[in-house]
């Protein structure tokens, strides 16, 4: 998904395509820094726990919960890849533990 351009890129896929639309000159899409997004399945965590790290980004769709359905998604937007990875690390526990990760996928790795 392209969600991510919302933080992660200069100029993001929603601006753009407002800007086409109106005849203006589309805008760079650069990546700011490392990114990566992390969907939000079937449960949601407390948005507290997400935003109290730095760099991390909430995006709730106000769906109802159920299993399998995407309610949201967090971005982070860090400034090496070494960072990035240990943001994953410390939000991963809390998406698991709140029902929004299934523990069999873990991001960044080959097992989901």
């Given at each position: ?21 109106t005849n203006l000159?589309?805008g760079d899409t ?83």
């Open positions: 998904s392209g969600h991510f351009t919302i933080e992660g890129a200069v100029t993001s896929q929603f601006e753009n395509h407002l800007r086409a639309i000159p589309l650069s990546i700011r820094g490392s990114v990566a997004m992390l969907n939000l399945v079937g449960n949601m965590p407390e948005a507290s726990s997400i935003l109290a790290h730095r760099d991390a980004h909430w995006h709730d769709y106000g769906k109802t919960p159920r299993a399998g359905r995407k309610l949201g998604h967090v971005t982070i937007v860090a400034h090496s890849e070494a960072e990035r990875s240990q943001l994953i690390a410390d939000i991963e526990p809390i998406l698991v533990a709140s029902g929004a990760l299934p523990a069999n996928v873990v991001p960044g790795s080959d097992s989901g």
